[in-house]
């Protein structure tokens, strides 16, 4: 069982950066692969960043490369990290850390855990 907690979201103008954190519970966190994701309002869950278990590889969904950082923390705070930068305001939702045990393929599902969201809004 991981619990996850996001955390770092707010307000920032068009331009700015954020870095969200996203804390597990947990000794085995070192084990799973994370993935960012983002939610606007009417629109569908969608995949923003991924990292494996060990770090060795990541993934970005195109709309944010180049801009966005995944990275993560197994050895001293069970902690991954999204930094932001360049923001637009069409990167406004709330944005879900996620959690998976098994790669199973894909980037994108099949996540086992997932946090209560954090809101980032970008003003033009």
């Known amino acids: 069982q991981v619990q996850l907690v996001e955390s770092g979201g707010g307000l920032v103008q068009a331009g700015g950066s954020l870095r969200l954190s996203c804390a597990a519970s947990g000794r085995t966190f070192s084990t799973y692969h994370m993935a960012w994701f983002r939610q606007a309002p009417g629109k569908e869950r969608e995949f923003v960043a991924g990292?494996?278990?060990?770090?060795?590889?990541?993934?970005y969904a195109d709309s944010v490369k180049g801009r966005f950082t995944i990275s993560r923390d197994n050895a001293a705070k069970n902690t991954v990290y999204l930094q932001m930068n360049s923001l637009k305001p069409e990167d406004t939702a709330v944005y879900y850390c996620?959690?998976?045990?098994?790669?199973?393929?894909?980037?994108?599902?099949?996540?086992?855990?997932w946090g209560q969201g954090t809101q980032v809004t970008v003003s033009s």
């Open positions: 990292i494996l278990w060990n770090g060795a590889s990541t993934y």
């Open positions: 996620a959690a998976k045990l098994s790669f199973r393929g894909s980037w994108y599902s099949q996540y086992d855990y």
